[in-house]
C-alpha cells in the first residue's frame, strides 16, 4: 500500500466571550489500493487524518492565533495548507488580522449563516449554511473518509458534540466548536477539491 500525502487543511471556529475557539487541522492522504482488475487503472482512495484538535481557553485573546496557527502551518507544510477561518461574529477584523500575519498559507473566510452553499466569494467572503458544514461532516464519517489520531485528547469531548449535534442539529446553547473546526476545514477541502465531498 502506497500512500501519498496531498495537501493540509485547518479550520478556526472562533469563539466568544461564553465560547470556545476551537482548531482542527487534517492531510488529504491518497493510498493507492492496487489496480482495476479490468482497466489496470490504479484504484486510489482518499483519507482525511485529523492530527491535530485543540480548543482554546475561554477569553484566549485572538491577537494569540497569527502565532498559533502559523506554528502549525510550519509543521505540516507551509506549501499546501489551507486554513478556513469563520469570519461570523468577531469574525472580519480577526481574518485580516492573519491576512496581515503571512501565515504562509492560503485563507478562506466564510460567513456561517442559515444558507449558503460556501461556493461563489463577495469580496472575499464565502456564505456557508450551518446544515451545509453538518453535511460536509457527516458525508466524511459515513464515508469512513475521516480518520483520527489515536492520541486526540479531545476525542471524547468531540463525540459528544456530534451526539448531540446528530440528535438536534440546532440546539441552542450546546458546545459545537470541535465540530464547527472539522467542519470548516472539510469544507476548505472541497473548495480545493469539488469532487471530494460532494453533497448529495
Not at 42 to 49: I, K, Q, S
Amino acid at each position: 500500500m502506497r500512500i501519498t500525502t496531498m495537501n493540509h487543511y485547518i479550520g478556526v471556529d472562533l469563539g466568544q466571550r461564553r465560547d470556545y475557539t476551537a482548531i482542527a487541522a487534517f492531510t488529504e492522504r491518497q493510498i493507492f489500493a492496487g489496480r482495476d482488475k479490468v482497466s489496470c487503472q490504479p484504484v486510489l482512495h482518499t483519507e482525511l487524518h485529523l492530527s491535530y484538535l485543540k480548543r482554546l481557553p475561554l477569553r484566549t485573546p485572538y491577537t494569540s492565533l497569527p502565532s498559533r496557527l502559523r506554528n502549525l502551518v510550519t509543521v505540516l507544510n507551509p506549501t499546501r495548507v489551507t486554513v478556513a477561518v469563520d469570519a461570523s461574529g468577531p469574525g472580519v477584523p480577526v481574518v485580516d488580522m492573519l491576512h496581515r500575519a503571512g501565515l504562509g498559507a492560503d485563507i478562506l473566510a466564510a460567513f456561517i449563516t442559515a444558507a449558503g452553499d460556501g461556493k461563489s466569494p463577495k469580496n472575499g467572503f464565502y456564505t456557508i449554511g450551518r446544515n451545509t458544514l453538518l453535511s460536509l461532516l457527516r458525508i466524511a464519517l459515513e464515508r469512513r473518509m475521516l480518520k483520527f489520531a489515536t492520541a486526540l485528547k479531545l476525542r471524547p469531548e468531540l463525540d459528544a458534540e456530534l451526539i448531540g449535534l446528530s440528535a438536534n442539529p440546532n440546539l441552542a446553547g450546546a458546545h459545537d466548536d470541535l465540530a464547527f473546526s472539522i467542519a470548516l476545514a472539510l469544507w476548505a477541502a472541497r473548495t480545493r477539491n469539488p469532487s471530494l465531498l460532494e453533497v448529495p
